[in-house]
């Protein structure tokens, strides 16, 4: 039998190391689902595009792993497409493999034929189409290469018809040393010379970007911290320095003397470096794998970025680890001061009620989620959505969090419970997020249930786009807050109606049981509390 494209797709991502693909059926790809029947790659089929994007962006972020997505060409890639702007902005090494109309046909009105790679390019690292059956198996390595490579993030790939279809038995799977991601190192000398710079500082901090805050980017950076003494401070929120999972930190920061900016853009969550985000007297330092970033900074604070250095985050967490080792610190009291800005939280938070009949704050809607975090040391936390969401990173805490990322996208939260189960397969999995957010993908509940994947979803159903309603009251006013209204409708019944469990909470008394009984149940839960519409919070001490 003749070795298909599509067979050397599957083996070439069986190489890679890729278990799993999230996929949505259409014509352009049925021989990708005919392969991986014999390859040993199993198949999530979602119901919507974005969806099979996201589950694969949680899974990378969990797993540490490429995550793949596979969807049919045309109107199936333009579906796709938005959710890689939510893998950029978190910089997850995502592979997006689109059917796409037959080589010989393009350019005379064939089916659902579309400029796909030119449709992906502006929100992926690289995109384009490949040329035939024998490229098939170079493309897809290169392709996981450069979405691992430097800065992660997403990658996409148009593969023709014919090209899964033709004779690829000529052209061998790439080995393994064509899969792995080429490193961009720090040497030993310039990581020396950065640490100097932060050890002459009074108050010096790291912070990292959205690598840092995956399995292993947590890991390196707490290696970091106790080999330096110096707090390093993790970003992925689109509120940036107003994300409530860091306290009262901007009050520290703004005392800082030097930031080390360690994979970390300097953009809007850190107000550019500007002044009163930053002392004006404050001086960064900078390493990046993208020259982009680095000549970005020094547009925004001059002569104020006092060093830079050209590599990627994981080796340069190495690195500079490596240089710190046995040197005593200086800097503990600092160190100990910023950590207790970031875990501070108003001591009223504790006494929380709401004030509307049959409605609980967010606090109370939150509080008995934390026990079951608290069950497992593999726990995974999800949180999407506007003000609800951020109550929740503000609340909630767990061994591994997936939040919508500073993309600020909303209507995550189900597809990412969906990606993070498929790597954690007995941990808890809590999924939080707003009504508003529930209504983008609340089919995935059915792919939850047919591939057996459990979570509990604690929907915060205010009957409004809070975020929104928020702006209009601050900026228009009360008399012209219009237009953002929802009906508090039973998303409970939602999730039962799909094959999952759901429970309607209306008083706080009742939660903690029903919470107990959605992870009993051993489906996709959804328990709809009915929560009053209050802001997200702003911490200050």
Known sequence: MKTRGA?????????????????????????????????????????????AVHMADASSRISGEIGVALVTGGPGHANAVSALYTALMCESPVLLLSGHAGSSELGMGAFQEMRQADVAAPVTKAAWTCSGADALGDDVALAARVAQSGRPGPVHLSIPFDALEDDASAAPVPPPSDLAPLALALDRQTAGALLARLRGASRPVILIGPVGMTRRGRALAAELEDATGIPVVGMESPRGLADPSLGAFAEVLAQADCVLLLGKRLDFTVQFGRSPAFAPQCTFVQIDADTTALDRSLRAVGNRLAATALADAYSAFAALTQCASGNLSTHTAWRDEVRGAIRYRPSAWTEARATTPQRLHPVEALRPLQALLDSHPDSALVADGGEFGQWAQACLSAPHRVINGVAGAIGTALPYAIGVRSVLPDAPVVAVLGDGTFGFHPAEIDTAVRYNFPFVAAIGNDARWNAEYQIQLRDYGADRARGCELLPTRYDLVSAAFGGYGELVTEARELPAAVERARSSGLPACVNVMIEGVAAPRIKR
């Open 7 to 51: 067979d050397r797709l599957i083996g070439t991502l069986a190489r890679a190391g890729v278990r799993r693909i999230f996929t949505v059926s259409g014509n352009h790809i049925m021989p990708v689902f005919d392969a991986a029947l014999d390859g040993g790659i199993e198949l999530i089929h979602a119901r919507h595009e974005a969806a």
